[in-house]
């Protein structure tokens, strides 16, 4: 089936399997590989990205319903001249990663939840990530940056 | 992980897609935010060999007044169920436990409806609806009829649905005031219930269900029947598990999910009462 997506801007159409899943179409199609597979049974979070503008898991969409939409990869969160996302910047300058493997995910599901809550509690960003798993439990500094974020 | 290959049809409207479902016999399943079925797929657990793609049927998606009910577009996400005005004055309860199923990702893309029509026990929704006396909406190829929540669950995963048959709308009474609590118990805030409790209170009126504690949701009309005689709530919440027929798994064993069952109970008849 022939879909139409947008990601990070750019249009990108293809004719795929029906059984085509999201993440498989930025990573394969797109080539775009900083969305990663985790746990691919959408509880980790690892695959978060934007679909016109919420987080979703693309390990658990179809890529033919993402047909139409506006999708957002951590590869498209830096501006242009290569500066950071203030999400990316906070998590830089409050050590929210260590091994990394969670952090585009943790990312776009921080992001999102501060369009939606601009100015949340620590409790509040703590369940706003609970779809979202770090292996390395850093926890703590992830919810500090989030945190650090919504200040700046 | 990836599906079995199957055909894939998107529908404009809920009688286009009725049709196409129709066209396509028992092996075709609907499609609406795919949060329960797209993983059962990946796990080969669930191999349709169509998709008819409801997710774009648009006035499928709505949370309005009608009378002394709340009417809800079987399409109607999870967050917006969980952040509803209309649902935040008038039924609370329902409002609240949306803001419990999975994660937030989920509730961007997952449905009230293929929540209820997936008819996990396990889930949050359908024991929350069950427990406010809700009444489903089904549409098929000779109209629409209402099945009221209490009928509408055979056993896991199976529903009063007809294969051609698809849920359209969820009617729930407005609570009134009514206090209320939900009650969820798991390890990680992100998984499904090992045991869950939505109950209201409204004078001697009082609904409880239970989220997995049998094949499916359990209305718990013993503890209901004991407020309604005056028992307090440690005591009605002693028949808590009176209707229910709970499974071992690996999370617990029935007698610990008997013992949960009236816990969370109490807790929620304490917390919903006037």
Redesign the interface.
């Known amino acids: ?1 022939d879909i139409t997506v947008t990601i990070n801007g750019k249009t990108h159409t293809a004719d795929v ?5 999201l993440v ?1 179409f930025i990573r394969e199609q797109a080539g775009l590989t900083g969305t990663n597979i985790g746990c ?4 980790c ?1 690892a695959c ?1 990205v934007h ?1 016109d503008g ?4 693309s ?4 890529a ?2 993402a047909d139409g939409c506006s999708i957002t990869t951590i590869e498209g969160m830096a501006g242009d001249d290569g500066s950071l996302h203030p999400m990316q910047q906070a998590f830089m300058e409050n050590h929210g990663l260590q091994c990394g493997y969670c952090t585009p995910g943790m990312v776009m ?1 921080a992001t ?2 501060l369009a939606e809550n601009p100015n949340p509690t620590e409790e509040e960003v703590r ?2 990530l ?3 798993l770090c292996r390395c439990t850093g926890y703590h500094n992830i919810v500090q940056s989030v945190l650090a974020c919504a200040k700046s | ?8 049809v ?1 529908a404009g409207s809920a009688a286009e897609a009725i049709d196409l479902i129709g066209q396509y016999g028992d092996e075709a399943k609907f ?1 609406a935010g ?2 329960s079925l ?2 059962a ?3 080969r657990l669930a191999q349709p060999t169509v ?1 008819v ?1 409801i ?1 774009r049927v648009a006035d499928l998606s709505y949370i309005r007044e009608d009378g002394d009910q709340i009417a809800i577009g079987a399409l109607t996400r999870h ?1 917006d169920v969980e952040n509803s005005p209309v649902l935040a004055e008038h039924v609370p309860l329902l409002a609240h436990a949306a803001g419990h199923v ?5 509730r ?2 997952g449905t009230i409806g293929g929540s209820l029509a997936h008819a996990d026990p396990a889930s949050d929704l359908p024991a929350t609806t069950l427990a406010l006396g809700a009444t489903y909406v089904a549409q098929g190829p000779n109209g629409t009829r209402e099945i009221a929540a209490a009928d509408f669950y055979h056993g896991y995963f199976t529903s009063a649905l007809a294969p051609d048959e698809m849920l359209t709308e969820i009617r729930v009474p407005k609570m009134g005031g009514a206090g209320w609590s939900f009650q969820k118990f798991n390890r ?3 998984d499904w219930a090992i045991v869950g409790v939505a109950a209201w209170q409204r004078g001697s009126e009082c609904g409880v269900g239970l989220v997995n504690m049998a094949s499916t949701p359990v209305l718990a009309s013993s503890v209901a029947s004991a407020v309604a005689g005056g028992a307090s709530a440690a005591d009605a919440a002693e028949a808590a598990a009176a209707e229910a027929d709970p499974q071992a798994d690996l999370n617990a064993s029935v007698d610990y999910r008997v013992h949960l069952a009236k816990v969370l109970t109490r807790r929620a008849l304490e917390a919903s009462a006037g």
Do not use: W
């Not at chain 1, 919420?54 to 898991?57: D, I, Q, T, Y």
């Not at chain 2, 992980?1 to 894939?8: G, K, L, Q, S, W």
């Open positions: 089936m399997e029906p059984r085509t899943l498989q691919d049974t959408s509880s979070g978060s679909i919420e987080a979703a898991k390990c658990t969409l179809l033919v319903q599901a999102s939840l369940l706003g609970e779809g979202n | 992980m990836i599906p079995a290959a199957f055909d894939y998107r499609l795919g949060h797209v993983p797929m990946k796990l998709l793609d997710g967050m999975g994660d937030p990702q989920v961007h893309r990680r805030a992100q």
